[in-house]
């Protein structure tokens, strides 16, 4: 009878034990040791931001755009897959763009681009729950204390304004001091974005090109011409003023500028539809820009990299000029038309005396450098040796070794006066005429000033007073002295055949 008990009682032990074993001996079985666990799977739609940014290259041209060269390294997933490519230019250009690997460029195709514009703003956010429940909060004062009251409605419109639906009533007007949004609809972007469907048959990282046309980023010359008391020599300095408004900032950038007149296709975009081709290169100068003739432009490389701000305007040195010779020059335009005065028959007609400064683009005058267009501001030295602003002028592209001209204004102490004293019928073509220019000096020193007359038809000089040049087939110039507070009359006799 016990060995009957004790047999059963170890039957009955040895079957809870295989009981137990049961479930792990199962889950070994239905696992292969042979076969591992599957990978984690990749991100499907990476992002790159400026975290990711290892070189950037801005070239700048005077006609408001700005190609723009971003080289960023990145993990990318294999196979086919979106990139949203963020941080660029709020004002580029699409159909600019040109994206390629740097890595392995045969390995990394792009199959489909597309610019997300629509931006995340309040109201865009807004416009994009309609049709969704929101929390209104607004805020009460209660018992000396601010207070929280949320309240759940469905927006159903957002046009001019919101219209709610809260339990069964329709509401307008509503104000909330703020509004809780559960999530961000994919379909909104915190920042201009570029997003790639690429194809990657190779590496997992990497090093990838964006270049494209951005708008809204110009630069400009601007130049300060300092003259001395004599008005014999001048220092000069250029200075770069570069503006960008273009949506984003540049940081650390290598930057270049083209001057010159671009032939642009305007489109949509408002900028040209140009090739983004590769123009950034490293320069070995001093930190100012080293000058390069490019194609049909001047391309100017600033020897250091610099960061250019969102919503900045910057100013680099571009050039210095010392002790440059210049000339002070007072000059009369003649009219177009007969000289008399219409008021005061017999009376001279008034004329302006220009005053210009003249200098030389060349490295005998200490510059010789292309200088772009820009607003020249003339100053000079006055007798206290303080600087005065005496006026300004625009001048246009100017390679080296050309002549500048700069107008800054018109003569205060020196008075032109004219008038036609003579016209003769000679026969039915022929004709004699003759005019009187008087010029006066009240300044404290002599001036010479030039007279620039035009003359119609086929003309003979019969007579003149001071020593002429025929200086176009239409027109002759006098350069005419005048001493202080003195007085000098031009007088000269044409004969001219029409």
């Known amino acids: 009878m016990r060995l009957g008990m004790t047999h059963k009682l170890l ?32 991100d ?10 290892v070189d950037l290259a801005v070239t700048v041209y005077n006609s408001n755009i700005a190609l723009v060269r971003d080289v960023r390294q990145v993990a990318l997933p294999g196979g086919v897959f979106d990139l949203r490519f963020m941080d660029i230019a709020a004002s580029v250009n699409p159909a600019t763009v040109h994206f390629r690997s740097l890595t392995e460029p045969a390995r990394l195709g792009v199959l489909e681009q597309n610019y997300e514009y629509d931006l995340l703003d309040p109201q865009r956010l807004l416009q994009k729950y309609v049709g969704r429940e929101l929390t209104l909060v607004r805020l009460r004062q209660q018992d000396g204390s601010t207070k929280a009251e949320e ?22 007007g509503m ?22 469907m690429l194809e990657n048959t190779g590496a997992r990282r990497h090093r990838i090109e964006a270049s494209y046309l951005a708008g809204n980023m110009a630069w400009n010359s601007d130049y300060v011409l300092t003259v001395g008391r004599d008005n014999n020599a001048a220092d000069l300095d250029g200075w770069v003023t570069l503006t960008n408004n273009s949506g984003t900032s540049y940081r650390n950038a290598k930057l270049q500028l083209v001057a010159g007149d671009l032939h642009r296709i305007m489109n949509q975009y408002g900028v040209g539809a140009m090739k983004a081709a590769e123009m ?24 250091r990299r610099t960061s250019i701000e969102e919503k900045e305007t910057k100013q680099i040195n571009l050039l210095t000029g010392t002790g440059v010779p210049v000339e002070k020059l007072f000059v009369v335009e003649g009219q177009q038309f007969y000289y008399h005065n219409y008021q005061h ?26 200088m772009p267009a820009g607003v ?22 100017t390679p080296k070794d050309e002549m500048l001209n700069l107008h800054i204004g018109n003569a205060f102490d020196v008075v032109c006066e004219r008038k036609q004293t003579d016209w003769k019928k000679l026969s039915d073509r022929l004709y004699e005429m003759e005019f009187e220019i008087t010029l006066r000096n009240h300044k404290e020193a002599p001036v010479t000033v030039e007279v620039n007359e035009p003359i119609g038809g086929d003309w003979q000089m019969l007579e003149s007073t001071y020593k002429w040049t025929k200086t176009s087939a239409w027109a002759a110039k006098f350069n005419v002295p005048v001493a202080k507070d003195g007085t000098s009359v031009l007088r000269y006799r044409v004969r001219v055949r029409w």
């Open 280 to 303: 950034a290169r490293d320069a070995a100068s001093p930190p100012q820009f080293a000058r390069e003739a490019f194609s049909e432009y001047h391309l100017y490389s600033l020897g």
């Open 376 to 397: 020249v501001r003339v100053y000079q030295a006055d007798s206290k040796g303080g600087v005065q602003f005496v006026g300004e002028d625009r001048i246009n592209h």
């Open 151 to 172: 309240v759940k409605a469905l927006l159903l419109a957002y046009n001019n304004g919101p219209v709610w639906k809260i339990g069964n009533e329709i509401v307008t």
């Open 44 to 53: 499907q739609h990476p992002g790159s931001t400026l975290d990711d940014q």
């Open 345 to 370: 028959p017999g009376s001279p007609l008034k004329d302006v005396v220009q005053v210009y400064y003249k200098f030389k683009n060349d490295e005998k005058s200490g510059l010789g450098m292309p």
């Open 11 to 42: 039957w009955i032990s040895l079957l809870v034990t295989a009981l137990a074993l049961t479930p792990l001996l199962v889950s070994r079985l239905a696992v292969p040791t042979a076969v591992a666990a599957p990978p984690v799977k990749e």
């Open 175 to 196: 104000n909330a001091d703020h509004i809780r949004f559960p999530e961000l609809p994919d379909n909104l972007y915190s920042r201009p974005t570029l997003v790639w």
